[in-house]
């Protein structure tokens, strides 16, 4: 400590009647002390708290959300085959329909403005579902990711990664998983042979798949914890964050890039996109004038919308408006 932090410190005392040194206190030197003593109680508890996971009465709820994932991503490999889908050039802005939307959303910092008009380019199924990745941890009693050690651990689906510590995977064989089912391949010969009137069913299989996996990511949320960072949503699917320095969100970003944990739900690890929705009753493109009449839904449920599922039934139906007024413009 530097000389004038002395008189700072040796002047500040003196109004308080307190005396001023340097040395640690004997308080702290037993606090110091305590805390050595437990830590090998402390590991050895995190170590026996892995031996009790996996749950063996959540392994069946794992494995109906990989089923019901299979499902939701062969369903929406279809539909976007006969339904395209759009996205903006330049911000994450996505639309369902042939023709993009008029309503001034772009907020990219490249464009350097705040309400500009979208560029439209074709869209993939990452657009629908956003992909979400965590690291791939070998056992839950490990040690704390370290960011030296980031290029050690592969990256995997965070739901993947959620139903392997739930037992449905073994955790070596996860990438193969991974490299097989999210990846469905589907011809435009195949999409050819479906009749115009099965598209509804394949929408309402892949509405029902969309509503199993959220339903069952709420369950086991509530046995295994996870984490998300506040700042840059990244996803950790363990008992503790890791200490990858990857925050580089520029509003909080610090010299460290250190992340800001939280406990992660159910829209952390499938993110609702959600979007711009047509109804029958709007104009064909929708203007920026009629922003006020027009209805959201996520981009799976405006996707299955289009292709004739029923959706008036679901939790949607509030955003969506399907009996609500339209802007006053003829198509």
């Not at 110091?32 to 402390?42: E, V």
């Not at 689906?157 to 990846?183: F, M, R, S, T």
């Amino acid at each position: 400590m530097s000389h004038w932090r002395h008189k700072v410190w040796r002047h500040l005392s003196s109004f308080h009647g307190a005396s001023y040194s340097t040395r640690p206190s004997r308080i702290n030197k037993t606090m110091l002390n305590d805390l050595r003593r437990i830590r090998p109680m402390i590991q050895r508890r995190i170590e026996n708290r892995a031996k009790d996971y996996p749950i063996q009465e959540i392994v069946p709820v794992a494995k109906d959300i990989l089923k019901a994932r299979q499902n939701l991503l062969t369903n929406v490999t279809v539909l976007l085959k006969a339904f395209p889908v759009l996205r903006c050039k330049f911000c994450s802005e996505v639309f369902v329909g042939k023709e993009g939307h008029l309503i001034q959303t772009c907020r990219s910092y490249i464009r350097r403005g705040n309400n500009r008009l979208h560029e439209w380019v074709p869209g993939s199924i990452n657009d629908v579902l956003v992909p979400v990745e965590s690291f791939h941890l070998h056992n839950m009693s490990q040690g704390v990711i370290r960011h030296q050690q980031r290029f050690d651990y592969d990256r995997v689906p965070a739901i993947l990664e959620l139903c392997c510590q739930a037992g449905a995977i073994h955790p070596e064989e996860i990438l193969e998983y991974a490299k097989v089912h999210d990846n469905p391949q589907i011809s435009d010969e195949d999409i050819r042979s479906i009749p115009t009137e099965d598209l509804k069913y394949v929408g309402a299989n892949a509405l029902t798949a969309w509503e199993k996996v959220r339903a069952g990511l709420k369950k086991l949320l509530l046995v295994y914890p996870s984490k998300v960072c506040k700042r840059c949503k990244e996803v950790h699917v363990g008992p503790s964050g890791h200490k990858a320095r990857l925050c580089g969100v520029f509003k909080y970003e610090s010299y460290q890039g250190t992340h800001y944990w939280e406990k992660a739900g159910v829209n952390d690890l499938i993110p609702e996109k959600v979007v711009w929705h047509r109804r029958p009753q709007d104009p064909l493109v929708l203007v920026n004038e009629g922003r006020n009449y027009y209805g959201h839904a996520p981009a799976v449920v405006s996707l299955c919308s289009h292709a004739g599922a029923l959706v008036s039934n679901t939790r949607y139906a509030c955003e969506m408006k399907p009996q609500g007024l339209s802007y006053p413009l003829s198509n």
